[in-house]
């Protein structure tokens, strides 16, 4: 009886050596302004991911088109298929938002990530690739200093959210998202700081980024990139 009770011990601390809960990530990019990654719950053979939309303003019904969804760690080529999933709407059934700021939750349940992990993306494996989630920060540093800057720009800190910014570019140059760079772009713009906004300008074009098309074409749109390249 005693070698049965140490052994359920075992057990016991080995899922807690494995645990992982992680409350509001950053995330890099995703399909709706007001979507957002709730948890991501980390197990030795699971992980689930709990996504949280807001209808903030009237949105159209939501859905999944297909079942054929994966999770994998940022740059890595090894998919993790869904698994299960709880409170999701997949086609043609569809969730309806009946009033303003109503709060949907869905979890996706996809296999154990090998750890250490840092960033991951979900990815609906459809032509269309309608529902996408990707650069999901794991990792706490980079998470803390990301919301640090957020918070303080809020705050009217435009100068210290530069800071916290290029603290996260220079954090770890594996994570293949421009999201600290198109804030350093931003804020130097506001600031008038144009010789050293041109020369984040050169980092942000020689690095590889998943989403640095998208970044480019909403600079573009704020009359950003046209101000950097003037006098070429």
Known sequence: MKQISLLLIGLFFSQLMWAQ???NPNV?????????VYKVEM???TTS???RIINSSQLPPFSLSSKNIVLREVSDTMDLRLIRSENVKFFPEKHIFSYKDEIYDFTLVFGGLIQPVKYIDVIEMTPERAFYV?????DKDLNTEISRGFRAYQLGDSHGALQNFINVAEMDLYFEYGLAYFNILYILSQQNRWPEAKEWYVKFKNRFFY?????TNELSRMGIIQRLEEGR
């Open 49 to 51: 991911i709990t996504f």
């Open 28 to 36: 890099a990019i995703k399909p709706i302004p007001t979507l957002s």
């Open 43 to 45: 197990l030795e053979n």
């Open 21 to 23: 809960t992680i409350y």
């Open 134 to 138: 990707q650069g999901i920060i794991i």
């Open 211 to 215: 989403d640095k098309q998208l970044l």
